[in-house]
């Protein structure tokens, strides 16, 4: 799969490494394109938009819409494992998933990944325990799609909840994951919905 990542930062090169390692023909996307990051090349936004199938937005939120609304990404999947910067110190009045995908209304957006740290994405076993990966997006196929690469990447317990309307509640797990950071004092955790098998 031709993937494009937009953000070379800690969450973007952790997701970028791993899809390189499962064999994606992987680019990043970025303001300042140059030589190759860890041996995957650095594209100028437009171009990288040009070259992925999928799209992966690792940007801050008020980045992404900066951003991502410009592009050509009519008919592409987008990734969203981004939050709004505000959302860590002010109520939350509009999620950035949802608000991709109204901008970008031809683009399948699917919201996971967004309130682990960098080092789980990829490396969900770093923890003895099983924990929870959760995923929306209005396409149910394209829920499809990325749940299956959420489990090459190693997740095992992957909660679909359902349309995008669920981003109001996955993305205010981010200031839940900063209180929690900040109490715990590393980013070796995550949350685990415990259900009932006979329900």
Known sequence: MRIAVFGTGEVGSAVAAKLDTLGHDVVYGSRHPRADKDSIPVLSHEDAARHGDWVV???HGEDAMATLPTLPLAGKLLIDIGNFQSVMSEPLT???GESLQQ???????????NFVSAQLMGAPERL?????????????GAR??????LQNFGWRDILDLGDLTACRSMEMLAPMWL?????LGHVYFNIAVVRDPQA
């Open 94 to 96: 509009h999620t950035l």
């Open 179 to 183: 209180r929690l950071y900040e109490t």
């Open 57 to 59: 937005n690792a940007l």
């Open 128 to 140: 003895p325990s099983p924990h929870t990966m959760f995923i929306a997006a209005n396409d149910a």
């Open 103 to 113: 901008a970008l209304p031809d683009t399948r957006v699917v919201k996971t990944l």
């Open 144 to 149: 499809a799609e990325i749940h299956q690469l």
